[in-house]
C-alpha cells in the first residue's frame, strides 16, 4: 500500500507521455498526408479535433509536473495522484482513439505507430488500480 501512489504517479506519466507522443504523430501525419488535394491538417474538422486534444494534453501536462513537484517534496498526494491516474488515462484513451480516427484505415496498420499506441494505452486504465477504483477513493475523500 505504501507504494501505489508513486505506481499510480509513474503509470500518470506513462499516459501522459504516450498522450502527447501520438498527438505529436497526429499532428505530423495530418500535415503530410493529402485528401482531396490538400493537407488533412487543412480541413476545419481535423484542425477542431487536433485542438481539442492538444488542450487536453496540455492541461493533462500540468496536472502531472505539479504532482511530481508534490511527489518529489515528500506531500501527500493520495487523492490528487487518484485524479491523474483516473482522469489522465482516460484523456489519453480518447486521445488514441481520436488520433486512430485521423489516421484512416492507415491507423490500423502495424506500420504505423498509432495502432500500437492505441493498443498499448488501454492498460492504463486497469493498471496499479482501476479508474473505477480510483473514482471510489476520489469519491470517499469527496464525500466525507
Known sequence: MKNL???????TIGAQTAAEFMLGETIRYCKERQVFGKPLAGFQNTQFALAEMAAE????????????VEHWRKNSVVID???????????????????????GGYG????YPIA???????I???????????KTIIAKAVTK
Not at 81 to 103: G, H, I, N, P
Not at 108 to 111: G, L, M, N, R
Request: aromatic residues 10%; positive net charge.
Open 116 to 122: 500500437r499506441a492505441w493498443r498499448d494505452i488501454r
Open 5 to 11: 501512489q508513486q505506481e499510480r504517479l509513474v503509470c
Open 124 to 134: 492504463t486504465r486497469i493498471l496499479a488500480g482501476s479508474n473505477e477504483i480510483m
Open 57 to 68: 494534453v496540455k492541461i493533462g501536462r500540468t496536472f502531472v509536473d505539479k504532482l511530481i
Open 81 to 103: 495522484v487518484s485524479m491523474a491516474k483516473f482522469w489522465v488515462t482516460e484523456m489519453a484513451w480518447r486521445t488514441a482513439d481520436r488520433c486512430l480516427q485521423l489516421f
Open 108 to 111: 490500423y496498420c502495424e506500420e
